[in-house]
Every structure is written in structure tokens, then in C-alpha cells.
């Protein structure tokens, strides 16, 4: 149980120094806004959540010059795309609807409109989110620097989008650390902005953890994959059993992800390197030590150890008590169920879960 804490709590802790000494040094941006951006909304039965999301983009635009804004449809069966062509965009925005006919996975849709994109940069967004006031021009101002090859967000709970500063929660934290050490591995689909050109040289979005994935080639290019602490996305959460199915599909991609993503450990570059190889022990194994801590544990108290005992009740506290503790247990629990069903194989196409 102490392994299994002391890998996560020591990146936690350096982390937190990494943070507070970019903090210090300025974090160096540019103040050049870029223009010219497409963006790409992939739906697949979005009826409701289409307008809200059109409505957002074309805030986030205004005053940029022209965007391009394409959605693009899987063979939704609710009239998203009916309902995205009624949208009447402002004068800014160039509205394209596609539509693809069939359900063929989010990748494919994300590709199908980089080909079709027009402009120079990029922004790749899911239909059930939201992005916080300014975000996309913090998104693209970040993404000017040469160093940068791809910008994502932090995320909020869609409630409290609109509190100014305040809320961080711990992976939040983690990313913008690996982003000031070098790239994040972690990449968020609510929002992947990453010019057109290099998105098409590095073979575009592949399926699974299509946005992490993206990242991760990007910081094995050589560029980086960062997270910017002002460009904030929220998204809806699915409820009950829906949640449920939803984290673990997730999860599943994840660990799939950092499975293939770990082969690349040798060639990534020096600052990368590090932060891959945390991430992907604390996605393939660190959960997998909790478990087998657990079942030695539940052995020796079922075998009248006390010492045994202490342990699994201070163990249960912790995680009644301390939210980040139980969010913790829930993750590990949906990573060791993820690899399980990996063995059995993953879908491309995953159910629409009602949000
Ligand atoms: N055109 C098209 N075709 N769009 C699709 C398809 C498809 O087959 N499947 C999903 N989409 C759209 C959804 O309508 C939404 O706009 C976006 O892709 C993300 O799909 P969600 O169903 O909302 O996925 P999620 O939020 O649970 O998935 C998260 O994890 C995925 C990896 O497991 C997101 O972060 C995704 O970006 C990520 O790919
Ligand atoms: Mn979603």
C-alpha cells in the first residue's frame, strides 16, 4: 500500500515544485493572437447540446476574424446535423455541415474534417462541451510559440464554469506541471488546437484516446503538448449507471494507450521521457499494486492479524473521508477493470451515453 502511494504522492510533490518555479520565472507567452482557425465538432447524436456548443464557438471567435467552423456528422439518428444547419452563425463564422452518412468512429470524423479544413490552425472539440470565457485565444496564443506544437485545456465541472480562479483539482495540477516540464500525455478532446499542417504531417487522429494519443506524438516530435492554465473547458457527466460505463470506457482507452504509447519510452525526448514513463506506470501498474496490497491485506485479517487490520481501517477511512482519496480508489478501480476488458478487445465506436 505504501508503494503503491509513494510513487503518485512523490510526482505530486515535484509537481508542485515544478509549478511554483514556472510560476516564478514568468512562464514566458507570447502576446500574438493567432487568426484563421477551423474548428472541428465530430457529433454523433448531439441534438442537444449542438446549439449551446455552436453558441460557444461563435463567442470564442468574435473579434478573431474569420473562423471556420465545421461539424461533422456520424449518421446521427436525432437530427443533429438538421439542427446544426438551422444555426445562424454570426458574421464571423463560416458554418459547414458535413455529414459522413454512417457512425464510423470519432477519429475518422476528426480526420475527415482536417482534410476539409481550410484554415492554418486547427481546434478539435466534442459537442458536449463547453469552453470558459477566452479560452480559445489563451489556446491559440499558447500555440504560437515555435516550442508548441499542441495546446488542450484544463477542465472544470460544467457548474462552476463561470467561478474566476479558485478550483484545481489534482490532475489539473499534474498536467500543467508536465506541460512546464515538457508535454502532457494527457490530452483532452473538449479541446485540441495543434496547426493543420502538423496534425496532417504526423497522420492525424488515430482511434482509442484519440486526443491524448495526438499529444503524445507531438511531444515525440520533438514539440510540446501542453495544457494551459487559462484555456478551461467543461463537459457534461453522465449520471448513475451511465457514469459508470462511461469512466470505464475511458479507462479502458487510456490503458490501451499508454500501453502502446510505452514502447516509445527509449526514442522520447529528455524532459518527455520522464513524465511518460510515471504516467504510464501509474496508468499499467501502480493500480494493479493496490489490488495485490489489498488482497494480502484482506488474507492476513481474515487470518486474526491486527496489525493487518489497522491497516485496511485506516485504508477505508482515508477513502471515506478525503474526496481526492476516493476519486483516487474509483480511478483504480475503473484502470484494473479497463485492462481486463482490454484483453477481450476495444471498441472504436463506443455506446452514446444519455448526458
Ligand atoms: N462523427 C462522429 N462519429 N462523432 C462521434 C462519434 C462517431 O462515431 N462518436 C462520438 N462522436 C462525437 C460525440 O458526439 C462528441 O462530440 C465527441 O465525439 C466525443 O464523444 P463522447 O461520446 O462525448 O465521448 P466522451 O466524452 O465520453 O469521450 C472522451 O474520451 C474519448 C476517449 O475515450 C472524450 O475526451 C473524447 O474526446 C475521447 O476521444
Ligand atoms: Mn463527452
Not at 469552453?131 to 491559440?140: H, M, T, Y
Not at 477511512?317 to 482519496?325: D, K, S
Request: proline share 4%; charged share 25%.
Amino acid at each position: 500500500m505504501l508503494m503503491h502511494a509513494s510513487v503518485p504522492l512523490g510526482y505530486y510533490a515535484a509537481a508542485l515544485r515544478v509549478l511554483r518555479k514556472h510560476k516564478a520565472s514568468g512562464g514566458r507567452v507570447s502576446e500574438e493572437v493567432i487568426s484563421g482557425v477551423t474548428i472541428v465538432v465530430p457529433t454523433y447524436n448531439e441534438r442537444n447540446n449542438i446549439i449551446d456548443k455552436l453558441n460557444n464557438v461563435a463567442d470564442e471567435t468574435k473579434g478573431m476574424g474569420e473562423s471556420e467552423v465545421i461539424v461533422i456528422d456520424g449518421g446521427s439518428d436525432d437530427g443533429t446535423a438538421d439542427v446544426a444547419e438551422s444555426w445562424r452563425p454570426p458574421p464571423w463564422v463560416r458554418l459547414r455541415v458535413l455529414r459522413e452518412g454512417l457512425r464510423r468512429g470519432k477519429h475518422v470524423a476528426e480526420n475527415e474534417g482536417l482534410s476539409k479544413a481550410t484554415e492554418d490552425y486547427v481546434v478539435f472539440t466534442d459537442a458536449d462541451s463547453l469552453w470558459a470565457p477566452g479560452s480559445l485565444r489563451a489556446a491559440l496564443r499558447a500555440l504560437s510559440r515555435s516550442d508548441v506544437g499542441l495546446v488542450t485545456c484544463v477542465k472544470r465541472p460544467l457548474n462552476i464554469m463561470e467561478v474566476e480562479s479558485g478550483y484545481r483539482d489534482l490532475y489539473n495540477m499534474l498536467r500543467l506541471a508536465e506541460s512546464a516540464m515538457h508535454s502532457t500525455p494527457i490530452a483532452h478532446g473538449e479541446l485540441i488546437a495543434i496547426r493543420r499542417d502538423l496534425a496532417i504531417k504526423l497522420g492525424g487522429l488515430r482511434p482509442g484516446a484519440d486526443d491524448s494519443e495526438l499529444a503524445h506524438r507531438v511531444a515525440m516530435s520533438g514539440l510540446r503538448a501542453v495544457a494551459v492554465d487559462g484555456v478551461i473547458c467543461a463537459e457534461k457527466v453522465p449520471r448513475g449507471q451511465g457514469y459508470v460505463e462511461w469512466r470505464g470506457r475511458r479507462a479502458q482507452h487510456l490503458v490501451a494507450y499508454f500501453a502502446s504509447a510505452l514502447r516509445d519510452l527509449p526514442r522520447a525526448p529528455r524532459g518527455y521521457r520522464r513524465v511518460l514513463a510515471v504516467e504510464a506506470y501509474l496508468h499499467l501498474v501502480n493500480p494493479w499494486l493496490a489490488l495485490a496490497a489489498l488482497a494480502l491485506l484482506l488474507a492476513a485479517a481474515s487470518m486474526g492479524q491486527l496489525l493487518a487490520i489497522a491497516v485496511l481501517a485506516l485504508v477505508a477511512l482515508t477513502v471515506l473521508a478525503i474526496p481526492h482519496a476516493r476519486s483516487w480508489a474509483l480511478m483504480q478501480t475503473f484502470l484494473i477493470v479497463g485492462a481486463l476488458r482490454n484483453i477481450r478487445g476495444r471498441s472504436e465506436v463506443w455506446r452514446k451515453v444519455e448526458k
